[in-house]
């Protein structure tokens, strides 16, 4: 190189330095790295002349051609700075960071194989002898390495360019970067999606509204119903003219809008507006002033929209359906009583009486109906299903005491004596009750002393059961308590006499 050679392209670095300092101030570090390295390879450049005078020859050498390949790279860099950062924004050319990348990167590549040339080394043995360990980091970094050529091939082959609108499955955004591993899209609501570029190879997706002569177009479809004894033309003609004619912001005149039949059900027909949106930035906003203006037409031609219609099948439940249902419930009601032992003496009117005042309560199997200690409000008629009437023993475990079935009634204890409840009632299966309340069922022994006698009988039986119960329990605790205590003498005599040595 000769030295009007160097002096061009010193004149030249500097230059593009100038620019790049006060056009670029974003790319101010890319720039102050680009100098490091430039400054690196001119100083080693000055070493190896020192080390010429020194004698060192074979050291200046080496110093000479590291220094010329760093000060190659920083010039390389510089260039692509410039190219990339200044020249083709200002040419309103967006390329993409990558493809300042690869061609900044293939200039190094190039740089290095002249200067190989230059030393006598042989590029080819190079990459042969390197071919192994290629390989080796190419398997190990399958996915970088995919998603690295996934992004040169999006760029090769001109699938996506910075600026295109992309939606892959439920995602859409505007392509803002296309990097090395990943294409950095920005979406309507102000997030960054970063996709890798092996997913974009592999997967379909699509990009919207690419620009048509000079500006983006992406079709947009705006639904309506309108009652169907409109005629549909007259519906069209009034839509198509009106938007047609007015000048909405972002919706394209060529193609037109234009306004299509689109089905008929449920007694509607569906139309649906299509229009092409140049800003795709305001795909809800430009919908909205559509509809607006298509009910603004349909309202002044008279047109109205429709309401969804239904065929419903309505079934008329008037007095007589309730009548027919309080008789039903009511002659369960009779059933019930008439065949619960307690009550077959009451004449029919009575059980007329009393059947209007039982309330029906069904249980699920295991449901608690009710507990010992508690405070009486009723008395349960079983109807169908077995209840188990328990003591609980109050360390937790219980005892059988009856298992009451279908015609039995329960509760009557604690209603007559006024104490809290003496058992716990569980259903057993599922099981049906109907319950009389308090008032009632002292009205029911006010009128009929016989009731109130047969009750007594009957709680008196069940307090004898309980008593036994309750008996068995305390004999049980007793001879533990009996054992407990032999065991324990047992033990101390043992020890006293030392019985146990
Ligand atoms: P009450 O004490 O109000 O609540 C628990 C009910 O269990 C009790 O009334 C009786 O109706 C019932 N009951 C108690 N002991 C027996 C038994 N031995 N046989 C059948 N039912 C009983």
Same mark, same amino acid.
């Given at each position: 190189m000769d030295i009007r050679e160097i002096v061009l392209l010193a004149s030249a670095a500097l230059l593009f330095l100038a620019l790049l300092y006060r056009f670029c101030r974003r790319d101010r570090a890319d720039l102050l790295s680009t100098c490091v390295i430039g400054v690196i390879g001119l100083g080693m450049q000055g070493l190896a002349l020192l080390a010429v005078r020194g004698g060192m020859d074979m050291f200046a050498g080496v110093l000479t051609e590291a220094g010329v390949v760093a000060t190659g790279i920083a010039f390389i860099r510089l260039t692509g700075l410039f190219a990339f950062r200044l020249l083709l924004p200002a040419l309103r050319v967006q390329a993409p960071r990558i493809l300042e990348d690869v061609v900044v990167v293939a200039g190094y590549v190039a740089w290095i194989l002249v200067r190989l040339r230059y030393a006598g080394v042989n590029p080819g043995e190079l990459v042969a002898a390197s071919a192994v360990v290629t390989a080796i980091i190419a398997f190990s970094m399958q996915d970088t390495l995919g998603n690295i050529l996934g992004g040169i091939a999006l760029q090769l082959d001109d699938?996506?360019?910075? /600026?295109d609108w992309v939606k892959t499955d439920d995602l859409t955004g505007i392509v803002i970067q296309v990097g090395w591993r990943s294409t950095s899209l920005r979406t309507r609501n102000g997030e960054i999606v970063v996709v890798p570029n092996g997913l974009l190879m592999k997967n379909r997706f699509l990009v919207l509204g690419r620009e048509v002569h000079g500006r983006p177009q992406w079709r947009r479809w705006v639904w309506f119903d309108c009652p169907n004894d409109v005629p549909p033309a007259q519906v069209i003609g009034t839509v198509r003219t009106c938007l047609q004619s007015a000048a909405i912001?972002?919706?394209?005149?060529?193609?037109a809008p234009d306004c299509l039949l689109m089905g008929f059900s449920n007694g509607v027909c569906q139309y649906a507006v299509r229009y092409w949106l140049t800003?795709?930035?305001r795909d809800d906003p430009t919908d909205s002033e559509i509809r607006q203006h298509v009910i603004a037409a349909l309202r002044r031609a008279g047109i109205p929209l429709a309401l969804p219609q239904y065929r419903l099948r309505t079934v008329a439940e008037g007095e007589a359906f309730d009548r027919a249902k309080q008789q039903r419930d009511h002659a369960r009601r009779t059933a019930v009583l008439r065949g619960a032992e307690l009550f077959t003496h009451l004449t029919g009117d009575e059980v007329e009486t009393l059947a209007d005042r039982l309330v029906y309560a069904p249980y699920a199997a295991g449901d608690v109906i009710t507990r010992q200690g508690d405070t009486a409000h009723w008395l349960y008629l079983v109807s169908s299903g077995e209840a188990e009437v328990f003591i609980e023993n109050g360390d937790g475990t219980r005892r059988q005491v009856n298992v009451l079935s279908a015609g039995s009634f329960f509760g009557e204890m604690a209603l007559l004596t /006024?104490?809290?409840?003496r058992a716990t009632v569980i259903a057993r299966s599922n099981v049906e009750c109907y319950r009389l309340d308090k008032q009632s069922f002292a009205d029911l022994l006010l009128a009929r002393p016989a009731i109130a006698e047969e009750v007594s009988h009957i709680l008196a039986e069940r307090q004898h059961g309980l008593e036994n119960v309750l008996q068995d329990r305390d004999a049980d605790s007793r001879q533990l308590h009996v054992a407990q205590k032999h065991h324990e003498t047992l033990a101390a005599i043992k020890r006293f006499f030392a019985l146990d040595r």
């Open positions: 699938s996506i360019d910075i /600026g912001a972002d919706v394209s005149n060529h193609p800003d795709l930035w /006024g104490a809290p409840r």
